[in-house]
């Protein structure tokens, strides 16, 4: 899954509107932007195997601790306590553990059986990715209710709040359908390359668009 974890992201910005959007997507996206770096280093791994579901063109062979419940939970908890004592507050500790977790539970829904339960431990997913159809249509409904729960809560300050916003609003889908109906990535270094930079860029493109907007009351 991808959009639906930003989507998720997006509508955690009611519950805690004093958080960056860049820290809720840090939150709901962790397991994917720790994934490359594991990827870089070896630690994990994935095969380009077109075909493997009729979504994504990934084989994810090894992923236990970017990917698996207990690792995610463990991150959770370790994320909202970082930031609880940065910025303090129990609320945002529970949210921000959440949201790392929700994104084992929103792919084990989307990946075919390969989500650990902890390493080495057993392997589960509904595989909701072995329909085109399917994907399209409930990814792209959370994001629109999570697009539409951020926009409610938050209100543009200025020409930047608006745009910056919205380019990014737009990008992120187009990006997710373009990642499934393009080209496979040609080598998993071009991909963990990619999905770094990627991470980056958003997560400063969110935090810029973010801090031009405020909470509406
Ligand atoms: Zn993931």
Redesign the pocket.
């Known amino acids: 899954?991808?959009i639906g974890?930003i989507a998720l992201a997006l509508a955690a910005k009611r519950a805690t509107p004093r958080v960056s959007l860049a820290m809720l997507l840090v939150a709901a996206?962790w397991?994917?932007m720790l994934?490359p770096a594991l990827l870089a280093i070896g630690v994990e791994q994935v095969r380009i195997d077109p075909g493997n579901t009729a979504f994504t063109p990934l084989n994810f062979v090894s992923?236990p601790y970017?990917?698996s419940l207990v690792a995610l939970v463990a991150w959770g908890i370790a994320i909202g306590a970082v930031y609880r004592g940065i910025a303090g507050g129990r609320r945002t500790f529970l949210i921000l553990a959440a949201l790392v977790v929700s994104?084992?539970v929103?792919?084990y829904v989307?990946?075919r059986p390969d989500m650990p339960l902890y390493p080495g431990g057993v392997k589960l997913g509904l595989g909701l990715w072995n329909s085109i159809p399917a994907t399209l249509t409930i990814e792209a409904a959370m994001y629109v209710a999570g697009l539409a729960i951020y926009l409610r809560s938050t209100r543009a300050r200025d020409a930047v709040g608006r745009w910056a916003f919205l380019a990014l609003a737009a990008m992120l889908p187009m990006l997710w359908i373009a990642a499934a109906f393009g080209p496979p990535p040609p080598s998993v270094d071009a991909l963990w390359m990619t999905a770094l930079i990627g991470a980056a860029l958003f997560t400063l493109w969110a935090w810029w668009a973010d801090r031009h907007r405020y909470v509406a009351t």
Do not use: K, P, R, V
Request: proline share 0%; net charge negative; aromatic share 24%.
């Open positions: 899954m991808f974890h996206q397991a994917d994934w992923y970017s990917h994104h084992w929103l792919d989307t990946h």
